[in-house]
């Protein structure tokens, strides 16, 4: 009867898991797509509410769009958490100094009705893990506990050393042998009832009133410990409170030089002088809207709808493309990165901007940001793809934002210069600074400000 039960145990787990995985890339596509536009939004938007010219109330209305559409893009950004694409920069981290920290913060957004105990562990090793997303799961875990509080309780976190061996680790699909380190986190709240248990980490499934709850707060809690590789054990019942054990693998000492993936310090913004920019962007909408501002910061730009398109433009004249800003996943069987790693088969030196709705782990597993290569995750703010695109451009030439003799950049000269149309100090009409008739040279002349 217990091999039964042992055999049913392992068959409802990995039932579970297999529902959890296809719920997981259902919300990545939709995250993605809900990227595309959220990055026309945004884009659009921070581009007019920056001008001069734009009535003060209808500044005001355009700046209810962008907060509403930065809400949005955090809950396309909770998507990818459960789906496990979100990028991660991962460095050692003693999780007893991270929990400690974050629950000072959380105190007041618990309020007073909440009483926490805190109980970390002695001599306990170091974690490879995301910071940020710890945070995230240690606030999502701990307003989740005071919703089921309402008239107040206690919040129990514990931080503790766990040694599983082979024995606890037969017949629980997900755990691991080995050492790992182990946060819980209970509540004296109401429970869970078994029916609803097994649905808790579906997304966009709650059991709050309309309008006080996403459903994503414990999806996201579970892809994150997921993308860490460790797992998560939840024990609930009616009137008990509910406990959350997640595990993350502890560090041993060969594994201490986890190098972080913090991307390089950004230089003042660059305003173009005509230089020829390549953009692969399938979604005609995010095309156009990056053309449109490459083209207000005095850029010229090529486009394309996909990585064939892109590569043929290339071919035609592969000295006059100065960069690619392009697109990860997109249709016609090549993606954003077989398209670079072919034309630096050309153009080694060709500086690179990757745009991805999906996220940098799941579309670029291996990539590490140099300084002719960049990653810009959707959606973006259009100051922060011409930020990028400046980055690339300025470490390719060797230049840091200013001139060699100390004359300020297009990126250091005043709003009211660049509507004017003033040249810095020392460029000539028609010079490689800002040439005659150039893109750059007619932008300069409009009366445009720079973009949010």
């Known amino acids: 009867m217990s091999s039964r039960k042992h055999e049913s145990r392992i068959h409802n787990g990995r039932l579970a898991n297999g529902r959890l995985a296809s719920i997981g890339l259902l919300a990545a596509g939709v995250a993605h797509d809900f990227n595309n536009l959220l990055t026309v939004i945004l884009g659009h938007t921070g581009c007019h509410v920056s001008r001069a010219d734009v009535p003060a109330d209808v500044r005001a ?10 809400r949005a893009a955090e809950l396309t950004c909770q998507l990818l958490s459960y789906a496990r694409k979100q990028p991660q920069m991962l460095q050692p981290i003693d999780l007893n100094t991270s929990v400690d920290a974050m629950l000072r913060l959380l105190r007041r957004t618990l309020g007073e009705a909440i009483e926490i105990r805190y109980e970390p562990a002695e001599d306990l090793p170091l974690i490879a893990a995301d910071s940020g997303q710890l945070d995230q799961v240690l606030t999502n875990l701990a307003i989740n506990a005071r919703d089921a509080m309402p008239a107040g309780g206690h919040l129990f976190v514990c931080v503790s050393l766990r040694h599983l061996c082979p024995d606890e680790v037969e017949g629980h699909g997900e755990r691991q042998p080995g050492r790992h380190v182990c946060l819980s986190v209970r509540d004296s709240g109401h429970g869970i009832p078994q029916d609803i248990l097994p649905h808790i980490f579906d997304p966009f499934f709650t059991t709050k009133e309309p309008g006080r709850g996403t459903g994503l707060g414990l999806a996201a809690v579970h892809g994150i410990v997921k ?18 054990d ?14 972080p993936t913090a991307p390089l310090p950004r230089p003042e913004t660059l305003f173009g002088s005509g230089q020829t920019i390549l953009v692969v962007e399938d979604e005609a909408a995010v095309r156009e809207l990056a053309r449109h501002s490459l083209e207000r910061f005095g850029y010229s730009v090529l486009e394309a709808a996909n990585g064939p398109a892109a590569l043929e433009l290339f071919q035609r004249a592969p000295a006059g493309i100065t960069a690619l800003v392009t697109d990860i996943i997109m ?3 090549m993606s954003g990165r077989d398209l670079a790693l072919l034309i630096h088969q050309v153009r080694p030196d060709l500086p690179v901007v990757y745009t991805s709705g999906y996220g940098r782990d799941a579309t670029l597993p291996d990539f590490r940001e140099t300084k002719t290569e960049s990653y ?49 100090a020392g460029a000539r009409e028609g010079s490689a600074s800002s040439p005659k008739g150039s893109a750059g040279g007619r932008w300069q002349k409009r009366r445009l400000r720079a973009c949010a």
């Open 246 to 259: 997640l595990y993350f693998p502890a560090l041993e000492q060969h594994e201490m030089s986890v190098a």
């Open 227 to 244: 993308q860490h590789r460790g797992w998560t054990e939840v024990g609930s019942a009616p009137g008990e409170g509910t406990r959350f």
């Open 331 to 333: 249709p016609g069987g």
């Open 61 to 70: 209305d355009m700046q209810q769009v962008m907060e509403a559409a930065g």
């Open 376 to 424: 810009v995750p959707k959606p973006y703010r259009v100051g922060q793809l011409i930020d990028a695109l400046g980055q690339v451009l300025a470490a390719q030439n060797g230049k840091t934002g200013r001139r060699g003799d100390g004359e300020p950049s297009g990126a250091n000269r005043s709003e009211a210069e660049i509507a004017e149309g003033k040249q810095p």
